[in-house]
């Protein structure tokens, strides 16, 4: 059963999300590491799976233009932006960069 302590680490993993590239990552990421430092028997990898099984519903970014998954960020076709999102998890600005894109 969830105790007050519980749902203030919750509350806690949220709320630091907002400062994150990726915030749904972030507190899939987050939630999945408290959850098996609470129970040793957790499947994280089975919980990480769980919470990426949905039908994306994308929409045209204001910022990017990409076509955006407004669950989960997935940028229809992309596998990095220029707005910072990546597949990997990482900067994919950065990523661009490094693999020579001009993006100026």
Not at 20 to 46: H, M, T
Request: proline content about 2%; glycine content about 8%; hydrophobic content about 30%.
């Amino acid at each position: 059963m969830l105790s007050r302590r519980h749902y203030q680490e919750i509350a806690k993993i949220i709320a630091e999300s907002r400062w994150e590239w990726d915030p749904v990552g972030y507190i899939q990421e987050n939630l999945s590491s408290y959850f098996a430092q609470e129970n040793p028997r957790f499947d994280k990898e089975k919980f990480l799976a769980a919470c990426h099984e949905h039908e994306h519903d994308y929409l045209r970014s204001t910022y990017c233009g990409a076509m955006v998954c407004d669950r989960c960020g997935d940028h229809q076709g992309f596998d990095r932006c220029y707005c910072g999102w990546a597949v990997s998890g990482g900067n994919g600005r950065q990523e661009l960069i490094e693999m020579g894109e001009n993006i100026d």
